[in-house]
């Protein structure tokens, strides 16, 4: 089964990163809320409780210069009052207790206690601990001359002492309670009164607090990677779609196939990267397809270049073969004449005419060679012209009659009526001869040359056939090669120089139309088209 993430695939290596970054942030964060968060608490505390202390001052600075602009006791409780709730109001809202106490008076939970009211225990009295009454019995010694040392009362440890030594902050130990404070002691001189000020906030909700913090921030964590190792692995997939979409095309451009392209529009650095891709597709499919073409052709030309030189070697070979026989005639001959082997004067005339005919046989296969060689490279001038293709048939057959006497064959050649075609009248009339010659070189059986005339809508198909036997199949196409012979023996049985029908073959083609060959049931037939239209 295949897996859903691989091993080196982006979505796996992105998602992995994530979610260790998530990770590392969230090791971060807990450390930094473990090592840094408590300091950082009790500095912040201890920041509240300096403003605290300013603000009571400020508090008491005001009550003191509203009290002296007043002589009426109601206006001083009045001010009183508004003192009260200011203090009142920062204590809660701080989460700090706040105590003031002078020689008449100590204000406590929002309220001050004349000294008059004030024999403890008392009602009020009931609220404080062990603490906040020894502090308050400190002050009233101290009034009366009776100050005792606070920070011996507990085990207190000193955290920050103000410079001109107005007030210190201390982390305490209630034995009572079994708790932890931050306490503020100090004082407070308005006018030519002195106030002592304690302050108060429970430490152990500090530790608490990064208890809490902790727990939450692991669950919160936990939850933070779930989600974001989701979120990424949605968004690795969006993101890594185009890039496997243009891999794939990649893979199949490495098969040579340049069908698939890349179809998504985007305007980004993926878009971009598409495109190019689809362009280099299309260039290398066009260099391929170029290279495969002049691959072929080179191809075509080195099999060119072979079968010329395959031909050249056959040429030599059959122009060897052809002319070989005639000389060793000639010379055997010319050299009994110069030998006067036989004096009889009429065995003389027979080598005589021996010499004499190999020689014409030799001369007419060099010209025939020569002039199918100037067919062949355009060297003749092809003259169009319109003329009876009958009229040139008759004229043939008629050079040949002695020759169809001697070989008693039948010539059937019914046409009579005048046919017009435009063609090369010398060139055609070649065509017919060469036809006709190599039909009186292979009849047999019932010795029969028929020459037939077929029209075909604007061409004249003109048929030489002659009874004898076929050609075999696989030599049909052959027969128009030069010096090409069914005979492979290459006996003079036949006399032809196996030229004529290269001949035919290359006027045809320089005349731009068809020729061809096919076995009859009684013999060969040989065929070859001219226009009859006015083109």
Same mark, same amino acid.
């Given at each position: 089964m295949k897996k859903k993430f691989k091993k080196q695939s982006i979505r796996f290596r992105l998602s992995c990163s994530v979610s260790a970054l998530l990770l590392g942030v969230f090791m971060l964060c807990w450390g930094a809320n473990e090592l840094f968060l408590p300091t950082y608490y009790q500095y912040s505390k201890c920041q509240s409780l300096k403003q605290s202390y300013t603000e009571v001052y400020e508090q008491l600075n005001q009550s003191e210069s509203k009290e002296a602009d007043s002589d009426k006791d109601e206006a001083s409780q009045t001010v009183d009052s508004a003192v009260e709730l200011a203090l009142e109001k920062w204590s809660a809202d701080n989460n700090i207790s706040i105590y003031v106490v002078d020689w008449?008076?100590?204000?406590?939970?929002?309220?001050?206690?004349?000294?008059?009211?004030?024999?403890?225990?008392?009602? =009020?009295?009931?609220? !404080?601990?062990?603490?906040?009454?020894?502090?308050?019995?400190?002050? !009233?010694?101290?009034?009366?001359?009776?100050?005792? /040392?606070?920070?011996?009362?507990?085990?207190?440890?000193?955290?920050? =002492?103000?410079?001109?030594?107005?007030?210190? #902050? @201390?982390?305490?130990?209630?034995?009572?309670?079994?708790?932890?404070?931050?306490?503020?002691?100090?004082?407070?001189?308005?006018?030519?009164?002195?106030?002592?000020?304690?302050?108060?906030?429970?430490?152990?909700?500090?530790?608490?607090?990064?208890?809490?913090?902790?727990?939450?921030?692991?669950?919160?964590?936990?939850?933070?990677?779930?989600?974001?190792?989701?979120? !990424?692995?949605?968004?690795?997939?969006?993101?890594?779609?185009?890039?496997?979409?243009?891999?794939?095309?990649?893979?199949?451009?490495?098969?040579?196939?340049?069908?698939?392209?890349?179809? $998504?529009?985007?305007?980004?650095?993926?878009?971009?990267?598409g495109h190019s891709i689809n362009v280099l597709s299309e260039k290398l499919e066009t260099t391929i397809s170029e290279l495969k073409s002049a691959n072929? =052709?080179?191809?075509?030309?080195?099999?060119?270049?072979?079968? #010329? /030189? =395959? !031909?050249?070697?056959?040429?030599?070979?059959? @122009?060897?073969?052809?002319?070989?026989?005639?000389?060793?005639?000639?010379?055997?001959?010319? $050299?009994?004449?110069? /030998?006067?082997?036989?004096?009889?004067?009429? /065995?003389?005339?027979?080598?005589? $005419?021996?010499?004499?005919?190999?020689?014409?046989?030799?001369?007419?296969? @060099?010209?025939?060679?020569?002039?199918?060689?100037?067919?062949?490279?355009?060297?003749?001038?092809?003259?169009?012209?319109?003329?009876?293709?009958?009229? @040139?048939?008759?004229?043939?057959?008629?050079?040949?009659?002695?020759?169809?006497?001697?070989? $008693?064959?039948?010539v059937i050649f019914e046409q009579q009526e005048p046919v017009y075609v435009w063609a090369d009248e010398y060139m055609t009339q070649e065509v017919v001869t060469n036809y006709v010659s190599n039909a009186l070189n292979h009849v047999d059986g019932e010795k029969i040359i028929e020459i037939k005339m077929t029209r075909l809508e604007d061409v004249v198909r003109i048929a030489v056939r002659n009874t004898g036997e076929p050609i075999p199949e696989d030599d049909l196409e052959k027969v128009w090669i030069k010096f090409y012979k069914v005979d492979k023996a290459r006996t003079r049985e036949y006399g032809g120089s196996g030229i004529g029908l290269s001949i035919v073959k290359a006027i045809m083609n320089s005349m731009h139309r068809e020729c061809g060959v096919y076995n009859t049931n009684d013999g060969v037939e040989f065929w070859f088209e001219l226009d009859t239209k006015e083109s």
């Open positions: 008449l008076r100590i204000y406590y939970q929002g309220h001050w206690i004349y000294q008059g009211v004030f024999l403890y225990p008392s009602a =009020e009295d009931q609220r !404080m601990n062990e603490r906040e009454q020894q502090l308050v019995l400190n002050q !009233m010694g101290e009034n009366y001359g009776d100050l005792k /040392d606070v920070g011996k009362q507990v085990d207190a440890t000193t955290l920050y =002492e103000e410079k001109s030594g107005l007030y210190s #902050i @201390v982390k305490v130990h209630d034995d009572r309670l079994d708790s932890e404070y931050l306490e503020l002691v100090g004082s407070i001189k308005i006018a030519d009164e002195t106030h002592t000020v304690y302050m108060r906030t429970n430490y152990e909700s500090i530790q608490e607090s990064v208890k809490l913090s902790s727990q939450f921030l692991v669950y919160a964590a936990l939850l933070a990677i779930l989600i974001g190792i989701i979120v !990424m692995f949605v968004i690795s997939d969006s993101f890594t779609k185009p890039i496997r979409k243009l891999s794939k095309i990649a893979h199949e451009m490495s098969e040579l196939n340049f069908e698939t392209k890349y179809t $998504e529009q985007r305007k980004d650095e993926l878009g971009d990267l072929n =052709e080179l191809k075509s030309d080195i099999e060119s270049k072979i079968q #010329i /030189d =395959e !031909m050249r070697k056959e040429f030599l070979s059959n @122009v060897t073969h052809e002319l070989k026989t005639p000389i060793a005639l000639i010379q055997g001959y010319a $050299e009994g004449l110069q /030998d006067n082997i036989n004096e009889d004067p009429e /065995d003389r005339e027979f080598y005589c $005419e021996v010499i004499i005919d190999e020689a014409n046989k030799m001369n007419n296969m @060099v010209k025939k060679l020569l002039n199918l060689n100037q067919i062949e490279f355009g060297k003749n001038q092809i003259e169009f012209e319109r003329f009876d293709i009958v009229a @040139v048939i008759q004229s043939v057959l008629n050079s040949n009659q002695l020759i169809f006497a001697q070989k $008693e064959v039948t």
